[in-house]
């Protein structure tokens, strides 16, 4: 499966970005689609999960409330809506997809095998 993520750019603090993130391949309804970002000098971090093609969506603590994850399973596509966004959320974001990941491991990046290229969102103060 590959992943292609689009969107990101320069948004001021409080402003608002869409990513998309579309699938290409062999995906099932045991489909994880999951973003994660990366902040210079910092490690890859969870921020939010479609758990297979259930409708079960999760977030990291640092974002609920402000990004809202979609999916659309006809069309394989994930999107993250990322509204009153912070500094602290400057970063390179990654969609992540797997088949079959089970539930305690959906915030590991180690659970996923396809990622897509990385888009950089950059949140000026």
């Known amino acids: 499966v590959q992943l292609q993520a689009s969107g990101g750019g320069l948004v001021q603090a409080g402003g608002s970005l869409r990513l998309s993130c579309a699938a290409s391949?062999?995906?099932?309804?045991?489909?994880?689609m999951a973003w994660f970002r990366q902040a210079p000098g910092k490690e890859r971090e969870f921020v939010g999960v479609s758990w297979r093609s259930s409708g079960y969506i999760y977030y990291a603590d640092s974002v609920k409330g402000r990004f809202t994850i979609s999916r659309d399973n006809t069309k394989n596509t994930v999107s993250l809506q990322m509204n009153s966004l912070k500094p602290e959320d400057t970063a390179v974001y990654y969609c992540?997809?797997?088949?079959?990941?089970?539930?305690?491991?959906?915030?590991?990046?180690?659970?996923?095998?396809?990622w897509g290229q990385g888009t950089l969102v950059t949140v000026s103060s």
């Open positions: 391949g062999r995906t099932s309804s045991s489909y994880t």
């Open positions: 992540a997809g797997a088949n079959g990941v089970i539930l305690s491991r959906i915030r590991m990046f180690q659970a996923y095998d396809s």
